[in-house]
Every structure is written in C-alpha cells, then in structure tokens.
C-alpha cells in the first residue's frame, strides 16, 4: 500500500496516517484522483482501491514517468479508500513503495455531493425516462 505522509489537507479526519486509508463517513458522491512520479530504473502500476475492489488503474514506464488516474464514485458510510501496487507486468514483483520517487505523489478526494434521502429520491427521479 503507498501511504501518504505529508497531509495537507484533512477535513474530518477521514485519512489515517497510520494505515494509509480514508474511511468515509458521509453518504455522497466522491472524487479521487492520484499521480506518481516513477524512478530511473522501475516502471509502477498503481490502483486506487474502494474496499479491496479496483475503482482506476495507472501504469507508468520506467525513467521518471508521470502515472495519473482519477474516478467518481457513490461511496457508502465506512467505505474504506486506499492506494495499492499491482504485480508488476510479465509477473514480476509486487509494487514496492520506493518504486515512485518520495514527495512526487499524491492523492486527492473529496465528497462532491451528500446522497442524503432527499438527494437519492431526486436523483432517482432523474434517471427515469
């Protein structure tokens, strides 16, 4: 898992520092999005993941690539959000965290709309034909 430990922004506490995961504690609509810069020598393939299901995929190449992916999802309350490595393509090892260059990564989210009761019955209502 690649963990994140500058914070620059924490509303509500939802990321843990120590596990590498935000947990949701609101019913909504969220964005994620993540980059990463590679080192010289190791191309990365990078997910981020909602419960230990994949919700985007990143594969950078070797030699200081830029490996980007974003995505919007309904999250439920307790839904636990996290980055992980892949197995590397061929079969190889498993994503080390020294595959990306240190303080050249990120990830942002953020809830982009609360799926209270009233929120869910009008986009419900929308989706009709």
Excluded at 49 to 58: A, G, M, P, S
Aim: hydrophobic share 40%; with cysteine.
């Amino acid at each position: 898992m690649l963990e994140f430990n500058r914070i620059r922004v924490n509303l509500g506490d939802g990321y843990d520092i120590q596990t590498g995961s935000f947990t949701t504690s609101v019913h909504g609509i969220y964005f994620f999005t993540l980059s990463y810069l590679t080192v010289a020598d190791k191309g990365s393939n990078l997910a981020i993941y909602v419960n230990d299901e994949r919700l985007c995929v990143t594969w950078a190449e070797p030699r200081h690539s830029v490996g980007t992916c974003s995505a919007m999802t309904v999250l439920n309350v307790g839904d636990i959000v996290s980055v992980k490595g892949m197995i590397h393509a061929g079969g190889g090892n498993l994503f080390q965290s020294d595959d990306v260059y240190k303080n050249h990564h990120s990830l942002v989210g953020f809830l982009y709309k609360s799926l209270c009761v009233g929120s869910y019955l009008y986009l419900k209502t929308l989706a009709k034909p």
